[in-house]
């Protein structure tokens, strides 16, 4: 080549070392910045709420998401990450811990949790190998200490990577909360949210071949699926003025960039579920001097972040966290399964399991008498449930819509992602299926007892054996718990669902020295109802009297549904001013879901209203249950 160019020889001949050492100090700055980028490079992460995969970059046609896309472009889009719970706080702790929630004790929403002494949010130990690190702005982690201060060197609005010393790597995060599902429900925020959309980035719900098929067709509830694009649209714009500041700052081939989202789209059998809609989350990374627009199958967990920005920035992982890098020098094994956990979601307990292996997800439902759409405060106010609730009423459910319209569900749920991508076709009883379900079904079972998932102990439980335990962890994991009640209790939790096949077993449980364990074999009792009778109303009696509250309200529970409704409600009586808070909670839910059985404690909730009570929760239940027995619609926050 050189030789076709037009400098005389002679001259070329003079400039071929010049050349060389240009070449070579191109070669080594090159060097340095890769260098650079292995040592300590700087980390952002981008962060949005409640929004599923809906990008370009993942094939959504419907998508205006320009900047996202080009970060896909330029790095690794993941197509399987999913979170370990379908709502902010009990994921976002997990997240900032790198383990499970219902292993620390963070999954039940709004709760406050004493993390073991030697759990550190990842955060810290960046801070402690030199990194600046800053929060813009959330902090829903479900614990009180270590606190924002020690986790982070700023949290808040003004946090900002700029704020660092000169030359300090920083480990910046920033979240959007405008895409939250209450942008979805509040006609003024979604107003001032997309505010700076232009005409071509709006969108026309009538044209979105995008609405699941478990929602009513109608415009209302198209508005909102509309809004959920705008939202994610505004996001975008967001995410794209963080990545220009990088750019702008000459720090763009220095710095990782993580974008994802905390769980799935705000709305209905998504948000607050353990569907594919309401975990699987958008993932992407841009990794300088690496190449980019790949696509990365492996399974992702949520509480797999925090390890690979440790293991990205040369930090060691410590071993006893439970999510695995999937970046980095030292990776993890690859996952063969992605886990998640609901459990109390704001004034409603529900606790469900799910595991899914990239292809079919399976889902246990350790309560299958509650409703798939049990009343919640929050969600009741958005338009799309509320017309989810008309149509219950006036018949006008589509045969998918009624699936998720009962009020019970199935115990057990199985869903071919690939060919069921919306998870509506339930293959549990399907004789085909039935190996496939038993594997599932185990390797569930052995995740709860491996972690020790405190999510089986009843909330009151967990505040009594807190304080004798240290923290919530170690209930379930100090040296001196015996490993196999951990797998008695996920047996007999288990049990509690099968109905009266199980009664034997059940009825033998009762009188375990574990309250947990009694717990859900009364709850089990209750379950089967008249049918056990004997034996089983007998021991219930008895066990109303109980030295745990949980157990209490569990007997009662299953005492009226065996047909006692009077001694029963003495017993809640006395629970709705029990001193356990979360026992209080439970008690009212248990006589709002008796129904016209429970018409006696009008008078009882009354006061429930009208005294002070630890938390909001039990307010909420207790005017749901006055406004179903007296056909009133009284509100209460």
Known sequence: MISNLSYPKNQLRMNLP?????????????????????????????????IGPHFGCYGDQHAITPNIDQLSSEGTRFTNAYTTAGVCAPCRSGIITGMYQNSIGTHHMRCNAVLPS?????????????????????????????????????????AHWKNRKKGQPFFAVFNYTGCHESGIASEGKYKAVTS????????????LDTLPPYYPDTPVVREDWKRNYELITAMDSWAGSLIKEIKDAGLYEE?????????????????????????????????????????????????????????????????????????????STPRRFVFGARDRMDERYDIIRSIFDGRYRYIRNFEPLKPYYQYMNTPEKGATMREIRRAEEDGSLTEIGKIFSTNKKPVEELYDFNNDPHEIRNLADNPEYSALLK????????????????GLIPEAEIEIREKKAGSRFEIMNEESYDRGQIQRLVSIATKASEGPSALGELIGAISDEDPAIRYWALTGIGNIGKAAKGK???????AMKDESPSVRIAAARAVARLGNTDAALEVLKEELRSKHQWGRLAATIVIDEMEESGRKMVKDL???LSTRQPNKYILRVANRALNDLLGTENRVP
């Open 18 to 50: 010049m050349i060389k050492k240009i070449l070579l100090l191109g070669v080594l700055f090159s060097l340095l910045s890769v260098l650079r980028i292995c040592a300590k490079p700087n980390i952002l992460w981008i962060s949005a709420e409640d």
């Open 118 to 158: 030697w759990l550190k949010p990842f955060p810290i130990l960046l801070r402690g190998s030199g990194y600046y690190c800053t929060n813009n702005s959330k902090t829903d982690y479900q614990f009180s200490r270590p606190s924002t201060r020690e986790i982070w060197d700023q949290s808040g609005s003004k």
């Open 196 to 207: 700076n959309l232009k005409s071509e980035q709006r969108q026309d719900p009538s044209k």
């Open 255 to 331: 710095t990782i960039i993580f974008f994802w989202a905390d769980h799935g789209v705000g709305l209905p059998r998504a948000k607050r579920w353990l569907y594919g809609s309401g975990t699987h989350i958008p993932l992407i990374v841009r990794v300088p001097g690496k190449e980019g627009g790949k696509v990365d199958a492996q399974l992702v967990s949520s509480v797999d972040l925090g390890p690979t920005v440790l293991n990205l920035a040369g930090i060691e992982v410590p071993e006893k966290l439970q999510g695995r890098a999937f970046l980095g020098q030292k990776l």
């Open 439 to 454: 594997k599932m079904r185990v390797h569930l079972a052995q995740w709860q007892s491996e972690i020790g998932d405190i």
């Open 536 to 542: 089983a109303l007998e021991l219930s009696m008895k």
């Open 606 to 608: 009354k006061e429930v």
